[in-house]
């Protein structure tokens, strides 16, 4: 099974960016969708941005659009979230996530991901 370790948290001040990334044990091209999701303490992991096994296909939580963006570095098997003009909204516990097989529709339900790594804290002050 697949291991994934998010890095690049930290804190940083409204309008500021970021650099998320998650680095997986194995090759991910073309063998699992990939995704970040987000939690705020209190509250439902909510689904950020997705990136098809292909690299062909991208979508983003109507909260991130035009902000973020989601990237793979298939030699490095490595996804990133690039994060601008951040907002206090924006501080959560991000959490990239994998999905194996050929699937991908639905790729906002956090209950089709069966792989997911330990989370980096993003801490956006106002």
């Known amino acids: 099974q697949v291991q994934l370790v998010e890095s690049g948290g930290g804190l940083v001040q409204a309008g500021g960016s970021l650099r998320l990334s998650c680095a997986a044990s194995?090759?991910?091209?073309?063998?699992?969708?990939m995704a970040w999701f987000r939690q705020d303490p209190g509250k439902e992991r909510e689904f950020v941005a997705f990136?098809?096994?292909?690299?062909?296909?991208?979508d983003y939580a109507d909260s991130v659009k035009g902000r973020f963006t989601i990237s793979s570095a298939n030699a490095k098997n490595t996804v990133y979230l690039q994060m601008e003009s951040l907002k206090s909204e924006d501080t959560a516990i991000y959490y990239c996530?994998?999905?194996?097989?050929?699937?991908?529709?639905?790729?906002?339900?956090?209950?089709?991901?069966?792989?997911w790594g330990q989370g980096t804290q993003v801490t956006v002050s106002s």
């Open positions: 990136l098809r096994g292909d690299g062909k296909l991208s």
């Open positions: 194995e090759d991910i091209f073309n063998n699992y969708h």
């Open positions: 996530a994998a999905r194996p097989g050929n699937i991908y529709y639905g790729y906002s339900n956090k209950n089709l991901y069966r792989y």
